[in-house]
């Protein structure tokens, strides 16, 4: 899937079981106006691919990288290792360990190499979409205007309805 404009923000994922995660990163940068690709690219099962998207996206005009992967979950650190762009690493809840291995996996980079890790889950890509609308924002005045008209609707919803008991 592609938006109409060309991509700022490549949203990648290691399977195409990660998506029904990865999908709230897309809603949130579609929300906010920002144009964005997915893909599906495997650390594992397709490394040469892994290899090729990270060395082109700057060059395609991508801004930011946001990986989201499982288990084992190597995507977000190799492609950090393999493009200067910022990438923003999403840990996508496993069967086995809930995202605990995930978390840890993309958690622990060594020194050099820089992964902004989101939390496990739905609310991680989520807020990568909007860390990466946030980046793009530092020079674009149309999204950096709409993270602010969410942020600003966000607290309004919450000073509209004080009362936490069920309506
Ligand atoms: C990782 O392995 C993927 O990111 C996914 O979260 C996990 C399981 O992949 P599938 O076996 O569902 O394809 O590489």
Redesign the pocket.
Known sequence: MQSEQSPKVGVI??????WPVMEHAVAMLERLGVPCETRVV???RTPDLLFDYAKGAAERGLQVIVA????A?H?PGMVASQTALPVLGVP?E?KALKGLDSLLSIVQMPGGIAVGTLAIGKAGATNAGLLAAQIVGLQDEAVRAAVEAFRAEQTRTVLDHPDPRPD
Request: hydrophobic fraction near 35%; charged fraction near 10%; glycine fraction near 24%.
């Open positions: 994922m290691g399977s195409k079981s990660d495997s650390a594992h989201g992967a499982g288990g979950a995507l996508v496993s």
